[in-house]
């Protein structure tokens, strides 16, 4: 992880923030920032309900601080199974989300630097899709289309069109089909409390 951040920050040293992982002092500071971005409406969308009370994937928090130290940005991804593959096997991946940024640091490159250096590490962590629900004209610089999730389908209420997925590794997603589970880690009662 420390090549892939050091590279995003050489990239971006000229800028006023730096990409990071995520630590525990930075719960609560990620948190008020998605509420000030999505507002209480993020915890109805169907890829909230997957990431409920999961730990996002392994090294794979990640956000944006300020000169001063402060979360401007934050991405996390999740590992879920993609449905499955014509063998039966569930077809594992992760899922991106939430992307934010603060409104005071909207067109700074911020949110292209997140997706950037999340891309590389689940990349370099050896992981062969990600999806997410998104705008797909913001999105597709990065290399997501919808039919990459075109066999897939989240569990609830989704706009096909925003559906969108990534192949780290080529074929990944060729032939998985079905709904998306989550499959990752699950939070324990005393990380909640931390959180709090």
Partial sequence: MATVLDSVR????????????????????????????????????????????RMPAEGLALVARDADGHVIGTVRLWNVEAGVDPDGNAVPALLLGPLAVD???????????????????????????????????????????????????????????????????????ADAAGVLVASGRRRVAAELRKAA
Wanted: proline residues 3%; aromatic residues 10%; charged residues 35%.
């Fill in 103 to 173: 409104c005071e640091h909207e067109g700074k490159g911020i949110g292209g630097a997140l997706m950037r250096a999340a891309i590389t590490e689940a990349r370099d962590r050896g992981h062969g899709a990600v999806l997410l629900v998104g705008d797909p004209e913001y999105y597709e610089r990065f290399g997501f289309f919808a039919d990459k999730a075109q066999h897939l389908v989240m569990p609830g209420p989704f706009e096909r069109r925003r559906f969108l997925g990534l192949e780290l590794k080529e074929g990944w997603l």
């Fill in 10 to 53: 050489a990239f971006f040293a000229h800028a006023a923030f730096a990409i990071d992982r995520e630590n525990a002092g930075d719960v609560v500071a990620r948190e008020r920032l998605l509420d000030r971005v999505m507002g209480e409406a993020r915890f109805r969308k169907s890829s909230e309900k997957i990431r409920r009370g």
